[in-house]
Nanobody
Framework: QVRLVESGGGSVQSGGSLRLSCTVY????????MGWFRQAPGKERERVVI???????AYADSGKGRFTGSREVPENTLYLEMNSLIPEDTAMYYC???????????????????WGQGTQVTVSE
């Protein structure tokens, strides 16, 4: 059984930084398509960054230049480095993974088979 566990969330002031981690447990392809999503209260879930099986990335406009997604292999740990945080970044952040090898749009567009429970990020003025 595959399980994703996020950590690293917290409360910071505007302009601060946080680093989120997501560790994959269980039998999954060694370089899965993985990504970070977020959902703020009253809003739909949105993609933050997706990393495909070859390390290709796709970022949402909201995080470009401020957020960096990376993956550690073979541990299958996914990271999200967030800098210059603003209150609009406040949300629950989720890690997701797709089963098997996926590249490009087949990764970026989902679907994703596995989801973590989320870690809260709160940015104050």
């Amino acid at each position: 059984q595959v399980r994703l566990v996020e950590s690293g969330g917290g409360s910071v002031q505007s302009g601060g930084s946080l680093r989120l981690s997501c560790t994959v447990y269980g039998d999954i392809y060694s370089r899965p398509c993985m990504g970070w999503f977020r959902q703020a209260p009253g809003k739909e879930r949105e993609r933050v960054v997706i990393i495909d099986s070859h390390g290709g990335t796709a970022y949402a406009d909201s995080g470009k230049g401020r957020f960096t997604g990376s993956r550690e292999v073979p541990e299958n740990t996914l990271y999200l480095e967030m800098n210059s945080l603003i209150p609009e970044d406040t949300a629950m952040y989720y890690c997701a993974a797709a089963a098997g090898f996926r590249l490009g749009s087949r990764c970026f567009n989902g679907p994703y088979n596995y989801w973590g429970q989320g870690t809260q990020v709160t940015v104050s003025e």
